[in-house]
C-alpha cells in the first residue's frame, strides 16, 4: 500500500525508468509520500486548500502513519477532502507528465471540491433512496467468464437542463477494474438515445484499448433488443444501432446482454455523476471515488460465492 502508485522510485526498482528523481521539482527521489506530500508543487496545493493539516509536519515520511493520524485526528468531511486532494495532486503530475499541462494550485483544490460536492450528494441520495424489495433470481454483478473482460454501461438524464451523463466500467475476471470513464452531453432529452450513446462509448473505448473478448452490460432492454435484432433499425438513434451491430459482427467475441439495475450500479453512478461535473474523464486501473464502495463490494460477494 506504501508504495502502490507507479512512481518514478518504484518505476526505476521495476528497470521500467533510469531516474528516480521528480518529474516535477527535479530535486528529490519521488517516493508516494513525496509526490503527494513534500514536494514543494504539493506543498503548494495544500497550502491553497485551507484544510487544517496543511499546518502539520511537511516531513511525515510514511504514508500508512500519516493515514492513520488523519483517521485519529480529523472529521470525515475533512478526511474526505484530504483524499480528493491527494487524488488530485496526483493526477495533476500525470497530466504535466503526459500532457504537458500543469494546473495551478487553484485549479486543484476547484476542482477537488467540485468532485467532493458531487460524492457528498451521491452518498446522500443513496441513504435516501429506500431499498427497494427486490425478488428477482440474480441481482448481483458476476464476474466474466475467464479471458474475458465486462463492460457496464448506463446513461443518467436530466431533462431540467437537457443534459445526459455516461457512465462505463470494464472489469476483468477477477472484479479488478480495467477502465472506468463518464462523459456528458448537453442538449439531448431522449432517454432511449442516451442509453444508445452509453453502450457505444463503452464500445469505442473497448476497441480503442483492443479489447477483443467483451461482455456488455446494460439495464436498457429496448437498446439491447436492437442491437441483437438482424432487422434494420429505423428509430431516431437507429444510426448507432447499425453501427453498434457492424462492430458486434465484426468482432467476434463482443456481446450486449440485459442485467437488471442492480447489477449495473457502478455504471449507473458514474452516469450520475456526470451529470454534475463538465469534464470528461477516463480511468485506467483507477477506481473513481464514487463507486470505490459498489467495486469493493461486488468483488468481495463475488469471492464470497466462488468459495
Known sequence: MKELLATRVNLS????????????????DESVMHAIWYCPAAADVWSESNIVIQKWSSYEIDLLKLWDSLVEKVSKDVLEETVMVMRNIWLRRNEFIFEGVFKSPSQVIK?????????????????QTPIPRVERGAVLWSRPRESFVKANWD????????????????????????VAAREQINYLTDSATAECLALWKA????RE??????????????????????????????????DAKKLLKAIENWSVNFVYRETNMAAHVL???ALFLHTDIVWIEETPNCIRSIICKEKSCNEFIVQ
Not at 437542463?161 to 462505463?168: I, N, S, T, Y
Not at 464500445?203 to 473497448?206: H, I, P
Not at 433488443?225 to 444501432?241: L, R
Open 13 to 28: 526498482l521495476r528497470k521500467i525508468t533510469d531516474s528516480s528523481s521528480c518529474p516535477i521539482c527535479k530535486n528529490d
Open 271 to 273: 452516469a450520475q455523476e
Open 209 to 242: 484499448l483492443n479489447f477483443n473478448r467483451v461482455l456488455f452490460e446494460g439495464d436498457a432492454q429496448v437498446i439491447v433488443n436492437a442491437v441483437n435484432k438482424g432487422d434494420e433499425d429505423y428509430s431516431s438513434y437507429g444510426s448507432v444501432i447499425e
Open 203 to 206: 464500445m469505442e473505448v473497448c
Open 155 to 178: 446513461a443518467a438524464m436530466s431533462k431540467k437542463d437537457r443534459k445526459v451523463g455516461l457512465g462505463v466500467v470494464i472489469r476483468d475476471e477477477e472484479g479488478e477494474i480495467l
Open 111 to 127: 476542482a477537488t471540491r467540485d468532485e467532493l460536492r458531487v460524492f457528498q450528494l451521491v452518498q446522500h441520495n443513496a441513504k
